[in-house]
DNA sequence: AAAAAATTAGTACCTGGTACCAAGAATAGT
DNA sequence: ACTATTCTTGGTACCAGGTACTAATTTTTT
């Protein structure tokens, strides 16, 4: 019995990696990567209590459901103005999800993806990576500020260039930062 | 036919405000809600290309998926490994929803924003906000690939604190940062 | 009243399951 | 070597929540 169990120990485990890292295959695509039989894998959900695929997919709808911020474009933020190889102004409205739950306070990293990705729509190219940023952080913003971040480039050398970018909320400045940025050529980008 | 007609284009509004509320509903559910037949919403449905229930919840899922990196949780990627006050490590798996879109080469923010939050979770306060930092990207990284983020506490004076964040991904350096982070006193922050 | 539009009803079929029963294969204990 | 136990597989009936299609019925328009 010991290499049997051993034998549907692993699967077991294998199984919860995999629904961990994709919650939407099905109990047939299951038995088809593990090579076992349907019926097996049910027994295994079973045994560890994993629910079917419908009730795993409304899971992750029902905890996943909240506001958009990182998701869907390439910025974040509304970009407001652009001057592509000059200058460029986005907003970002703070929403609850982006805050320290606690204190209502924006996390870091909203400000900085803002600033970020504002530095990189300004560039004239198709595509552009950072480098390296310098940044700080000027006083907290809170749940319900808007974030207009102003974004100029300073120095272009070849494919390089070095963004300054400031945000406000009514006109105090709660961030700056430097962001050195690489724009891509078009192709010889490795996959 | 205009009163007819008033009443579909109404009640086709009324369905498609009910499902933005809550795309969980069923036709069943909607044909109970504005009382006509299921067959009569399945036919709004095809009307006005609205997918089916379980296709719905697979949109919302998916979408969910994207932004729970950086909505959900405090923290951007699983922790695998914390000693408060000390040290800290995160695992942040690159999925397409993270890459642009051209290269599948990660955007840099959300390698930022595993560090900026690992460097915050590694802090021995409630809350802690970032107050500058300075970061430099070593290689793009790539959908698919998993980055490993490690925090180190170099310096605590007070509740100031210099929190070094390197990220690999197979040994290999594809990130550094100093984060700049202030502990918060639990109370005194104005919401 | 006839024609057109909208609604409802009914059927066959699909996916991805549950729940259950029985047969077959593998392993363990003796 | 043989039996008992555990694992695995197969099969069936059934379910929700649909699609796709046809036909009948009601409502509205002309």
Redesign the interface.
Same mark, same amino acid.
């Given at each position: 019995m010991a290499k049997c169990s051993l034998n549907k120990n692993t699967r077991q485990r294998q199984l919860s990696r995999y629904l961990e890292?994709d919650?939407?295959l099905t109990d047939e695509d299951l038995a088809c990567i593990l090579k076992v039989s349907v019926q097996t894998i049910r027994l295994d959900r079973f045994d560890m209590q994993i629910p079917e695929l419908?009730e795993r997919?409304?899971n992750?709808?029902r905890? #996943?459901?909240? %506001?958009?911020?990182? !998701?869907g474009g390439?910025l974040?933020g509304d970009l407001v103005d652009l001057e592509i190889g000059n200058s460029g102004m986005s907003i970002l409205p703070v929403t609850p999800?982006?805050t320290?739950?606690?204190?209502?306070?924006a996390?870091?990293?909203?400000i900085?993806?803002q600033a970020?990705?504002l530095a990189?729509a300004v560039i004239d190219a #198709?595509?552009a %990576?950072?480098?390296? !940023?310098?940044?700080?952080?000027k006083r907290?913003v809170?749940c319900g500020e808007k974030i207009l971040a102003k974004a100029v480039i300073k120095i272009k050398k070849g494919n390089k260039y070095m963004v300054k970018v400031t945000s406000e909320v009514k006109d105090e400045i709660v961030f700056k930062g430097k962001f050195l940025v690489f724009a891509?050529q078009?192709e010889g980008?490795?996959?």
């Amino acid at each position: 019995m010991a290499k049997c169990s051993l034998n549907k120990n692993t699967r077991q485990r294998q199984l919860s990696r995999y629904l961990e890292e994709d919650p939407f295959l099905t109990d047939e695509d299951l038995a088809c990567i593990l090579k076992v039989s349907v019926q097996t894998i049910r027994l295994d959900r079973f045994d560890m209590q994993i629910p079917e695929l419908r009730e795993r997919v409304k899971n992750v709808a029902r905890g #996943g459901r909240q %506001l958009r911020t990182m !998701a869907g474009g390439e910025l974040v933020g509304d970009l407001v103005d652009l001057e592509i190889g000059n200058s460029g102004m986005s907003i970002l409205p703070v929403t609850p999800a982006m805050t320290l739950s606690k204190t209502s306070v924006a996390r870091g990293h909203h400000i900085f993806a803002q600033a970020n990705s504002l530095a990189i729509a300004v560039i004239d190219a #198709g595509a552009a %990576l950072t480098g390296a !940023a310098r940044v700080s952080y000027k006083r907290p913003v809170y749940c319900g500020e808007k974030i207009l971040a102003k974004a100029v480039i300073k120095i272009k050398k070849g494919n390089k260039y070095m963004v300054k970018v400031t945000s406000e909320v009514k006109d105090e400045i709660v961030f700056k930062g430097k962001f050195l940025v690489f724009a891509l050529q078009e192709e010889g980008v490795p996959q």
